[in-house]
């Protein structure tokens, strides 16, 4: 085969870490007896802009250099989109014609050189060894050196809004299309860049291996520290901020002057300023020569990072030689640590988390000690290693046929160009099952209408919708005469029906909780309600649902295939959680909020079941406050709390943010094992983990999904594990920050828009290849009930995905109300005239005279 590496750095010219992968690719390739190549830029003042020439190395592979040097800004665009370089490597690949090209760094050369490789001819590869293609800094860390949300469009960081790059995103992603293969330098960077849009049929991990000689030299087996003298620290990221040295000074105060701690900082010039206690030791770089004889004279290394770390080669080098570690929850150095058995793992960016860690090795060093001796938790792996798998891959790529399924899929996901959601509910459920797909669907390229169920506009949508999708819209006449013309419109549109809770089950009629505040008239017009829901679901195609349980109900009732989506994470609660955590000060009392919030009238009996536990940790911990939100009667069992308690009342979903991230500790009880509750999300603790928030909640199915127990929240059943639950998280600021902050990453990774967005194309792909075999649905033997309830654009507004531009402002609910009926009338006297807004005026001024 004949290969290339493309990198915008390249050793000698420029020496990183970074730049020497893509060379000892480069010499494994050529080692391993196939044509090696490398076209890279290069930094010269003295030569002119796209000057270019070749050369080969010593060890004979072929260089071709294309100076670069004006463009280095991140602020350029041309540092990501370089037309004069795109030209020249297109000249480049007519004369060479690699059969692989391997692209790792793009800065200065840009994405078209991607774009150019894949007309070619050429199998395209490219490795990310960090987060570029998302983040124009690089490393997800702003310009005041704080970390910023893992997935890009999710943060607040408006580092990417510059003016002079404006596109930029959606640029890279398009010119992504066009790799064959995407590298991540580890599992946890792949997660990310799978959530930031790279597509994981195309995505693999090829993770960075240490030298074969470094290895021999750090011998087959870690050694153990010994000893009683004080924990010996070592931290090597020198003055750069984003490894944290400023963190680490922070945490240094904190913990204030102990006997029991030496920290060497490598490469810190001085301590970081007078107040920084004595035992943090300012020490000069060492040579890399000197990397094992550092490391055999500690015990801990210290890695303070903010920036996010696609791998780390330095943690894997100190564990492998018996160091513990100490590390940021910054990715890479995550996978070689086991947070309480080889070192300890703390948030980015968050001093006194770090120093409650420091102070616990400190106060136990032999604890601190036992830590030292384990080694990594992921195998540490030779550079040949590493090259042969890339080989593996080359060779995979050059030899590879298309899959015919995967083609078929692809043809059926373009041809679902419009989808149509027709919801029947407003607020937040509307927001989860209808915008935010909508949201997510649009990355991928469809177009998305929402509408209510009673919009008129819906008739002329059956001449030009592609896939239907019902959200919670109870059956009328109208509803029903629509999916049948959608059904009889000559082309094969997939009708699904979504809803998040099991209320299309009559059959549960004496089973729930909270329905007894209903009057008897009341609840029998909600369980009709009920039924209507059953019959739009039974005259659909197939069934959406949020949770396993409703869609294992949704299957049995009615036969229809059900598909899994799961409420995910949203830009705009996302971005306004990221600005939360932005915005907010030092932390100045030590009080500790714990919240409960409810969303509507039926969580009375979820409340009190945790009510002993709580009382019983706020008679221990007179610091513990509590607030609760919603719609919520609390029995007499807090009443001797009562001054600690606040209440707070319903807030628009865009300041939620606010409210949990001045709560400490947020909970999510649920009474019983009812399939009721087994069929509600996970919704608290998504809200909550956006803004870095623990939760404790009640093991039903979906928190079981999203909380692995000390990790990303805390599951109790008992009034004991609730206790114990509480008391341990109001006790340890670090448990806190480090549960709050693995969920908020959870959040993040696992239900991102673009990961939302594939999840949902993919249901509408299967409905329509399920329509395609077996038809639309005839043969449904529930009794439908439905109502009379003609089409009126007056009564059917939808609620905005939108966020105001001045969100701390919240109108009166008069002004607010008003506003609504100026908007209703607006629609109104658009669709049908004045005329008409006349009469609905009179008919409700008559109404109003009656009562």
């Known amino acids: 085969m004949r290969i290339a590496q493309v990198s915008a750095h390249y050793p000698p010219n420029f020496v990183s870490g970074g730049t020497l992968v893509p060379q000892r690719v480069a010499r494994y390739v050529k080692g391993a007896g196939h044509e090696s190549l490398v076209y890279a830029g290069y930094l010269d003042k003295d030569r002119r802009p796209l000057e270019t020439w070749t050369e080969t190395d010593e060890e004979g592979v072929e260089v071709t250099w294309l100076v670069t040097t004006p463009w280095t800004a991140w602020t350029d665009p041309h540092n990501y989109d370089n037309p004069g370089a795109t030209a020249a490597f297109s000249r480049w690949l007519e004369r060479t014609a690699p059969d692989i090209v391997h692209v790792h760094s793009l800065q200065t050369l840009g994405v078209g050189l991607v774009e150019a490789a894949h007309a070619a001819g050429a199998k395209v590869v490219v490795t990310m060894h960090d987060f570029w293609w998302f983040c124009s800094r690089q490393f997800l860390v702003d310009q005041s050196m704080r970390p910023c949300s893992l997935v890009t469009e999710c943060g607040a960081c408006d580092c990417d809004a510059a003016p002079s790059i404006a596109g930029r995103s959606e640029r890279l992603l398009r010119a992504l299309a066009d790799a064959d293969l995407v590298l991540a330098p580890s599992r946890s960077a792949a997660r990310v860049l799978a959530a930031n849009g790279v597509e994981p049929r195309v995505l693999r991990v090829n993770e960075n291996g240490l030298l074969d000689a470094q290895l021999a030299r750090l011998g087959p087996e870690p050694v153990a520290r010994t000893g009683t003298g004080p924990v010996r620290l070592m931290y090597a990221g020198g003055m750069q901020e984003m490894k944290g040295v400023e963190v680490l000074g922070q945490a240094a105060r904190l913990v204030g002057e102990r006997e029991g701690l030496v920290l060497d900082a490598y490469g810190v010039e001085a301590r970081v300023d007078a107040s920084t206690p004595s035992w943090f030791r300012a020490r000069p770089a060492f040579d890399p020569a000197e990397l094992l004889s550092v490391l055999d004279s500690h015990d801990v290394l210290v890695l303070p990072s903010i920036m996010r770390e696609s791998h780390s080669i330095l943690t894997r080098e100190a564990l492998a030689a018996g160091l513990a570690v100490v590390c940021t929850d910054t990715l890479g150095p995550e996978e070689a640590v086991t947070d309480g058995v080889n070192g300890y793992i703390v948030p980015a960016g968050e001093p006194r988390a770090l120093?409650?860690?420091?102070?616990?090795?400190?106060?136990?060093?032999?604890?601190?000690?036992?830590?030292?001796?384990?080694?990594?938790?992921?195998?540490?792996?030779?550079?040949?290693?590493?090259?042969?798998?890339?080989?593996?891959?080359?060779?995979?790529?050059?030899?590879?046929?298309?899959?015919?399924?995967?083609a078929v899929r692809r043809a059926q996901a373009q041809l679902l160009d419009k989808v149509l959601f027709i919801i029947g509910i407003d607020g937040a459920p509307l927001r989860y099952r209808a915008h935010l797909p909508a949201e997510a669907l649009r990355m991928r390229g469809h177009e998305v209408v929402v509408r209510h169920y009673r919009d008129p506009a819906l008739l002329g949508d059956v001449e030009d919708t592609d896939a239907v999708v019902l959200y919670r819209v109870p059956a009328t006449v109208q509803v029903l005469d629509l999916i049948e013309r959608f059904r009889t419109c000559g082309r094969e549109v997939p009708i699904l029906y979504d809803v998040d809770d099991l209320i299309f089950d009559s059959s549960l009629r004496g089973t729930l909780d909270g329905l007894e505040k209903l009057s008897e008239a009341e609840e029998e017009l909600w369980w009709h309600g009920v039924d209507r829901y059953r019959t739009t679901l039974e005259a659909c195609d197939g069934f959406v649902g949020s949770t396993d349980m409703l869609c294992q109900e949704a299957t049995r009732l009615t036969g229809l295939p059900s598909y899994r989506y799961a409420n995910g994470v949203g830009t705009l609660l996302a971005q306004a959680s990221d600005r939360v955590l932005l915005e907010e000060g030092a932390r100045e009392d030590s009080t500790v909020t714990i919240g409960y919030f409810s969303g509507t009238t039926t969580h009375d009996a979820d409340w009190a079941m945790v009510e002993p536990a709580l009382a019983a940790v706020m008679r221990r911990h007179p610091e513990v406050r509590l607030r609760l939100g919603g719609h919520l009667e609390p029995t007499g069992a807090l009443s001797e709390f009562a001054p600690r308690i606040s209440r707070s009342g319903f807030v628009p979903w865009y300041r939620l943010p606010e409210l949990l991230r001045a709560t400490d500790i947020c909970l999510a009880p649920l009474t019983g094992d009812s399939v009721f509750n087994e069929s509600k999300s996970a919704i608290k603790w998504l809200e909550a983990a956006l803004v870095s928030r623990p939760t404790v909640a009640t093991p039903t199915g979906p928190f079981r999904e999203v909380i692995e127990h000390g990790r990303t929240g805390m599951l109790a059943s008992t009034t004991q594990e609730w206790e114990e639950a509480i008391e341990e998280l109001v006790t340890s600021v670090a448990l806190r920050t480090s549960i709050g902050a693995a969920a908020r990453r959870e959040a993040l990774l696992e239900l991102s828009p673009r990961t939302q967005g594939r999840v949902y194309e993919d249901i509408l792909v299967d409905a329509a290849l399920h329509l395609r075999r077996n038809g639309h649905r005839t043969d449904s033997t529930w009794e439908p009930v439905a109502d009379d309830e003609p089409f009126s654009a007056a009564d059917a507004p939808v609620d905005p995905y939108t966020v105001p531009s001045r969100p701390g402002v919240v109108l009166p609910r008069g002004l607010a109300r008003a506003r609504r009926l100026g908007r209703r009338t607006l629609v109104v006297a658009r669709s049908e005239g004045l005329g008409s807004v006349a009469r609905r005026t009179a008919r409700k001024v008559s109404r109003r005279m009656r009562r």
Do not use: K, N
């Open 355 to 406: 120093a409650e860690r420091l102070t616990h090795l400190a106060d136990d060093p032999v604890g601190a000690r036992d830590l030292t001796g384990r080694g990594s938790s992921s195998p540490i792996r030779s550079f040949s290693e590493q090259g042969a798998e890339l080989l593996e891959y080359y060779a995979g790529l050059v030899e590879a046929q298309d899959d015919e399924l995967e």
